[in-house]
Each structure stands twice: as C-alpha cells, then as structure tokens.
C-alpha cells in the first residue's frame, strides 16, 4: 500500500470521482493549522498506540504544508477545510487569525474557525462570521469540555441563526472523553434544533445514537472521516443493521477523511465508502453534492 507512488494515488482517486460523473471531490474534515501545533498532533498519533488497544497509527502524510495542498489537488478536491481546535483558553482566537491567513491565502478552503467555552467566545465567533468564516470545529474530547456550557450558549445561538455549519467531534472514538457521547449533543440540540452540526467520524462508536439525532433534527449532518476503513472497521465496526439509514440519509452525510493525519491512503476511504454497496447516487450526493449545495460552491 504504502508504496504507491503519489501520483499513482492521484489518477486513481481522479478516476474515482471521474467514474461518478463529478467535477472533484469535496472534503469537509482535513487539518491544516500552524506547523508546531500539527506537529504536535503527529506526536499524539505517534504515541496513541494505548488508545487503539496496540493500534499503530503511522501519519500517511506527514509533508510540509504546500506539499499537503498540493496533494488534495491533485486529487481533485474541489474544496477542503482547515480543522483546527484548541486544548485550552486563549488559544481560539489565535489559531481562528491563522485560519483566517490561511484562507485568504488558499482559494479552494472553505474558511475555518473554533471556539472553546471561555469569556469572549461569543464575540469572536461574531467577529469570524463576520469575516467570512464558512464552517467551524469543535472538538469536545481533546477540548474536554462540556458543549451544553452556559458559555458557548450564545455562540450556539450566533451559529445556529447565521446557518454555519459546525464539525464536531464528540463521538467516543478513538478514546473516551468526560463528554463525549451523544447525550450532551443532544442536549444542545434541543436548545438549537436549527444548529447546523457535522458529527465527526459519523459518531463513532456510537454510530446509531448519532444517526438517531440526524433522524430527528433535519440540519444535522455527519461526515466519514476514517468511518468505513479497515482501521476504523478493526476499532468500532460500523453495525450493518444500521446500512439502510445510511442509505436514507444519503442527502446529509458528507466526506471527510482526516487527511493529512490518517494511517492509510486517501484513497482507501473513498474504496470505503464504495464498498458499502450503496451505489453511485449515494456516492455522488457524499463524496461532492450535499458539500457543494451546504456550501453553495
Ligand atoms: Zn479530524
């Protein structure tokens, strides 16, 4: 696996996408952030090992930055995101003015914010959909936070009222956190039955309580990332009673891969998806429609 040559990897997943008749792929979950603070995610992975239970996590893509782009280029990606989160306070509106540099300086990403449950954080994320912010992350379990805080509150609100979607890992997997799970999600969601969420991994492992939320509340959404692949498949297996709902959700499940942080190649999260066997229609509408129509691009 490991020794296609990249540009073998790009003809491949361009004659993926060729094949359904799309004009690229849309991404929704890729990571792109300042430098010392990916290398510090690779660092994580490199030493996750206890976490999967003696899974090894190896980082595909461990390149430089204009190196990464360039990939998701020349694998046809239309758009991607710039998934970035903070651990602690203070660090939002830092890595929100990176963000921001980044997408003015790459076209083809849609503009990624975060936020953290601190003083202030309903004036940033104002001040970033203001400046044009077109999708933000959460991420509850490196966050540790609880997403029904009183302090994010107005910042559900801002989001949910200015329709910008929201990646949100809060999803058990790989490792469990005080807050992860679908209770406290739900819970927001009854506050913001318009929040536009994304769950992150399509909620893994707990796959079904978060398809229930996405039955129930119509701007819920979820993306692939690393759902569906043999790694994800040894760790969480996705339950095949739960395939039909997949197939009628098809118009609110949107790809997203982790690139460039995941153990395997791009294009095996694409043969993921394919080998579900929930045809070319369903294909079409994950790999590029619902984005491109969520994002209007
Ligand atoms: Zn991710």
């Not at 792109?32 to 899974?55: A, I, N, Q, S």
């Not at 953290?116 to 490196?142: D, T």
């Not at 959404?221 to 759902?227: E, G, I, K, N, V």
Request: proline share 8%.
């Amino acid at each position: 696996m490991s020794d296609v040559p990249p540009h073998g990897e790009a003809d491949e997943i361009r004659r993926f996408w060729g094949r359904l008749g799309l004009p690229g792929l849309v991404d929704v979950h890729t990571h792109f952030m300042p430098e010392r603070v990916l290398r510090k995610v690779w660092d994580y992975f490199d030493g996750v090992g206890p976490l999967t239970g003696g899974l090894e996590w190896p980082i595909t893509y461990r390149r430089d930055e204009a190196e990464r782009m360039a990939l998701l280029r020349q694998f046809g990606v239309r758009a991607f995101t710039a998934m970035l989160y903070p651990h602690k306070p203070g660090m939002a509106p830092w890595l929100n003015g990176w963000a921001a540099d980044f997408a003015r300086r790459t076209p083809d990403c849609l503009h990624t914010s975060t936020l953290y449950p601190e003083p202030g954080v309903e004036a940033y994320v104002r001040e970033a959909v203001e400046a044009g912010a077109r999708v933000f992350k959460a991420h509850v379990q490196v966050g540790a936070y609880d997403p029904t805080d009183e302090l994010l509150r107005p910042a559900w609100a801002l989001l949910a009222e200015a329709g910008v979607p929201v990646v949100i890992h809060c999803g058990s997997g790989p490792a469990r956190g005080k807050h992860t799970g679908p209770e406290p999600i739900a819970r927001v969601l009854s506050a913001h039955p318009r929040l536009r969420l994304i769950v992150a991994h399509m909620g893994m492992p707990e796959y079904e309580d978060f398809l229930d939320l996405a039955e129930r509340y119509e701007e819920v959404r979820l993306d692939t990332t690393m759902a569906f692949t043999d790694f994800a498949e040894e760790l969480s297996p996705f339950p095949r009673r739960a395939l039909p709902r997949l197939a009628a959700l098809g118009d609110r499940i949107l790809l997203g891969t982790d690139f460039p942080s995941i153990p395997y190649r791009y294009l095996h999260q694409l043969h993921a998806l394919e080998r579900l066997g929930l045809g070319d229609e369903w294909l079409r509408a994950v790999c590029h429609d619902n984005a491109a129509r969520l994002f209007a691009l």
